[in-house]
């Protein structure tokens, strides 16, 4: 078997080439991703760029199987609020069916904390309501923020699809999503050797329940820590998972990118 990887979380919109960062991953065997908006600027600017690399990755027949935008404000620009997201959504999801497969990253961040928890919290629950009403997945960022990004979901009610991104919680954490039929999403975190808690609950995470992603440019995993991050680093992602879980890396590959078709509703 030859594994093949779905990056369920990338950032493109800061890159001077988007295509050609696609590209090397397809080349190295990432051949599906999720590009992630942070604010509403950089919404539409994924939503552009997966328009953009479709068209040329057919023209020039790239092993791309599939390419796919989140759209959301992260916590971190909630102090500006949402825009027109809701609008933007609408229209696009009407004349560009397939394009927008989930809403995010948004949620809650108290580590930073560069918007007031309550224009967060705001901003966090507008985006549920978002997903909830164009049968979205829902993307989540949370850090030191765990009991009140619990709180929000348990009020606002949980999608269906739901899933924390870049997942740095426990044992305890994974079983609080778990309860609530929320996925998580591993990254290159999962590669450090000091993430000890971190380990434990990719050691326990249930089968078809979690995805791997890299969060690019962020977090690139060992052996590349500390350098910029790319899509096609995911086989590093996923190598560390696999050897975490004691499983073989193709079937892993195998299973997380079924999980996250079938997650995203995609081919």
């Given amino acids: 078997m030859s594994s093949t990887w779905f990056d369920t979380h ?20 990432v051949t599906r991703m999720v590009v992630v908006g942070t604010d509403f600027s950089s919404s539409l600017q994924v939503c552009e760029i997966v328009s953009n690399i479709k068209a040329s990755a057919q023209k020039d027949r790239i092993n791309l199987d599939g390419i ?41 961040d108290y580590y930073y904390e560069h918007s007031p928890k309550k224009a967060q919290k705001d901003v ?39 899933v924390i991104h870049c997942f740095t919680g426990g044992v305890d954490e994974l079983k609080e999503c778990e309860k609530r039929g929320i996925y998580v999403s591993f990254s290159g975190i999962a590669s450090f050797p000091k993430a000890s808690e971190l380990h434990e609950a990719v050691k326990t995470a249930k089968d078809r329940k979690f995805f791997i992603e890299t969060d690019s440019p962020y977090l690139a995993p060992v052996p590349y820590r ?14 560390a998972v696999a050897s975490l879980r004691g499983v073989n890396e193709d079937d892993l590959a195998f299973a997380t990118t079924k999980a996250a078709i079938d997650f995203f509703d995609v081919n």
Avoid: M
């Fill in 226 to 239: 500390g350098k910029p991050n790319y899509p096609r680093y995911v086989a590093s992602v996923g190598l």
């Fill in 124 to 162: 966090f629950s507008s985006q549920i309501k978002l997903a909830q009403e164009f049968d979205l997945a829902l993307v989540i960022h949370t850090r030191d923020a765990w009991e009140d990004t619990f709180l929000t979901l348990d009020h606002e009610g949980i999608p269906e699809k739901t």
């Fill in 68 to 108: 796919w935008a989140a759209v959301g404000v992260h916590p971190h620009e909630a102090k500006g609020g949402i825009g027109d997201l809701s609008n933007f959504v609408r229209k696009t999801t009407a004349d560009k069916p397939g394009v927008i497969v989930a809403v995010g990253e948004c949620g809650l």
């Fill in 10 to 29: 990338c950032h493109l919109h800061d890159e001077p080439s988007p295509y050609e960062v696609v590209k090397d991953a397809c080349d190295n065997g």
